[in-house]
């Protein structure tokens, strides 16, 4: 008994113990940190109250009248399309592929009084049927004017009696880099979004892969999933650029976000209402950016242009006297430092217009016209190809009169050689040039199984199917 007392006795010591050990140094510590913080807070200066009245100014830049000018002009866009469903064990007993309704949504800018809106290709990919929505709640019918895959840039078109508010081009050309701008939108379907920041950087190319070159406008505005399509524009309310991507690994807007360029959007859309399809013209080069050590190599003293790879047989840049190894340093009176600023330059530009170029050859600084000619190899990805014109001298080796040059292939086709193939037939009507090709593959269903007939330099004929999807 006297042995428990003694041990319930040591047992309460300790805890008295404890408890006001608690109190003296912890509790002590806790009174110093807050009162060292209240300190911290007296001795700093004084907090500036908020002044609500002027949230819409920053450093003296007001965003108030480019978002009035903007807000009503940018349109809610949704796709209605088919999509393949999950398969059930029925499905797969009869060989049926089960079809849903998908809807996808966007933006998109109106660009003129009448009802022509700008968006991007991937808003309205494979839809049956689009409708846009005006800020005020009014809903039409769209339709699909054309589209340019490579740029990620649609013309839409809806029918109205009244004139719609629009938004004009600026010229992104003139776009400085830390100038403020507005990104204006619908993400996550929260119609009329307005978000503001600065450009970060231009001529950004996101081609990881290099296979074709890419000029977008960086901003730190905020986009998010439904911003696609819609504006980037400048505290004048002026249309510099259609977002278009983020940089994420989430999905959400993390910082960076990228939009084509007005200038080359601008292009695209008057290709389209004129010709139906979109004309590229190009300078007739290949070639890298500069860097210190190429220019030790050269014996230049620039550190940012383009050297010159290759120049393309019977283009401008070989008509203008343009070779391996010159250096272009400015084009039009604009600074090239990368690649992608030329091609982005460029893109903005029609076959026959002329560029005045800069450049560096052995040694000698001189300013060179060139005319721009029509780029005959493209890029058409619902089939998975790069294709070309047939020179004079394919004609003779596949001693045919018309096709088209199979230059590479591309995402499934990849895995197949076939840069000694020339297209000659889809579904058996004759092709003599991309244009055919194009106008083929828009008249045809989205889903549609084609059959292209090639031939090769031994006279040897093949034909394969391929499904569009």
């Known amino acids: 008994m006297k042995s428990f007392i003694k041990t319930l006795g040591i047992a309460i010591l300790g805890g008295v113990i404890v408890l006001g050990s608690y109190k003296y140094f912890l509790e002590k510590d806790s009174q110093q940190f807050t009162l060292k913080e209240k300190q911290t807070t007296e001795e700093s200066t004084p907090v500036v109250p908020v002044n609500y009245v002027s949230t819409t100014s920053i450093g003296g830049v007001d965003f108030t009248e480019a978002a009035e000018k903007t807000v009503h002009a940018v349109v809610h866009v949704k796709n209605k399309t088919i999509a393949r469903g999950r398969q059930t064990m029925a499905d797969l007993m009869y060989g049926r592929v089960p079809y849903r309704e998908a809807i996808g949504t966007g933006s998109g800018v109106i660009i003129t009084e009448d009802g022509y809106i700008v968006t991007n290709n991937h808003v309205i990919d494979n839809a049956r049927e689009l409708e846009v929505t005006l800020n005020n709640n ?8 054309g589209t340019e895959p490579n740029s990620d840039i649609a013309l839409l078109k809806i029918d109205t009696d009244e004139a719609l508010p629009y938004i004009v081009f600026g010229n992104s050309d003139q776009t400085k880099i830390g100038e403020w701008v507005l990104a204006v939108g619908n993400p996550f379907n929260l119609t009329s979004t307005v978000t503001a920041g600065i450009v970060s950087a231009k001529g950004r190319d996101l081609d990881t892969n290099d296979r074709k070159a890419q000029s977008f406008i960086q901003t730190d505005a905020a986009v998010n ?35 084509v360029p007005s200038n080359n959007a601008r292009k695209i859309i008057n290709d389209i209402m004129e010709y139906g399809y979109v004309q590229k013209g190009m300078l007739g080069i290949s070639g890298g950016d500069l860097n210190g050590n190429i220019a030790d190599e050269l014996g230049i003293d620039e550190s940012e242009g383009i050297v010159v790879g290759d120049v393309i047989e019977d283009s401008g840049a070989a008509k203008a006297g343009l070779k391996s190894g010159d250096v272009i340093t400015m084009i039009d009176n604009i600074k090239v430092k990368k690649f992608a600023d030329l091609t982005g330059y460029v893109t903005s530009k029609n076959p026959g217009d002329k560029v005045i170029a800069r450049v560096i050859s052995n040694g000698d600084i001189k300013d060179i016209t060139i005319e721009l000619t029509k780029n ?43 840069r000694d193939y020339i297209i000659t037939k889809i579904n058996d009507y004759k092709v003599s040039d991309i244009d055919d090709v194009q106008k083929l593959l828009r008249n045809v269903d989205p889903n549609a199984t084609l059959l292209i007939q090639m031939k090769n330099s031994a006279g040897e004929v093949e034909r394969f199917r391929y499904t569009l999807d």
């Not at 009014?138 to 004017?145: D, G, H, N």
């Not at 990805?381 to 591309?410: C, F, H, W």
């Open 138 to 145: 009014t809903t039409y019918k769209a339709e699909l004017i």
């Open 225 to 259: 999933p439904g911003n696609s399509g819609g504006a980037l524009v400048n505290t004048n309310g002026e249309l510099i650029g259609i977002n278009t991507a983020i940089a994420s690994k989430t999905g959400s807007y993390v910082g960076y976000s990228f939009a």
């Open 376 to 418: 005959n190899t493209v890029s058409i990805p619902s089939i998975e190809m790069d294709l070309r014109n047939l020179t004079e001298a394919d004609l003779k080796k596949y001693q045919v009169k018309e096709g088209v040059k199979i230059v590479q292939t591309t995402g499934n086709l990849a895995r197949y050689n076939m």
